[in-house]
């Protein structure tokens, strides 16, 4: 998984932000960088640890999209599709934010409206 992410982006990789079940195993000796492992105390800086939080904040959302967006079985035939899928699915959870948002902000007009009338009534 290493090389493709190398390949992929195009640079090296000098740091990683892992869960605990990661300890960089069968990692060829060309790849030298460090592995950061949530939870575990020690003097880190702030830079990993927003990386870590981050990470932790990502894992969240990739459980959700797997169980309210259909992402855990992919139901497109190719390999164009995965990133389809995968895009349709975070186009669905980008929508239920702004439905969200949307209901937040109606919700508190309303309650603005009710109490400016029964202020004026009074």
Same mark, same amino acid.
């Given at each position: 998984m290493i090389p493709g992410i190398v390949r992929l982006v195009g640079a090296t990789i000098q740091r990683i932000a892992a869960d605990k079940g990661y300890r960089g195993h069968n990692v060829r000796p060309e790849y030298k960088f460090r592995i950061y492992i949530s939870g575990r105390k020690r003097d880190d800086t702030l830079r990993i640890k927003r990386d870590?939080?981050?990470?932790?904040?990502?894992?969240?959302?990739?459980?959700?999209?797997?169980?309210?967006?259909?992402?855990?079985?992919?139901?497109?035939?190719?390999?164009?599709?995965?990133?389809?899928?995968? =895009? $349709?699915?975070?186009?669905?959870?980008?929508? %239920? @934010? &702004? !439905?969200?948002?949307?209901?937040?902000?109606? =919700? $508190?007009?309303?309650?603005?409206?009710?109490? %400016? @009338? &029964? !202020?004026?009534?009074?």
């Open positions: 870590l939080r981050r990470r932790a904040a990502v894992e969240a959302v990739i459980g959700h999209l797997n169980a309210e967006h259909r992402m855990v079985r992919n139901y497109l035939a190719h390999h164009n599709d995965d990133a389809a899928n995968a =895009s $349709l699915a975070a186009i669905g959870y980008n929508f %239920s @934010l &702004i !439905i969200t948002w949307l209901g937040l902000l109606l =919700s $508190l007009w309303l309650h603005e409206a009710i109490t %400016s @009338l &029964i !202020i004026q009534s009074a």
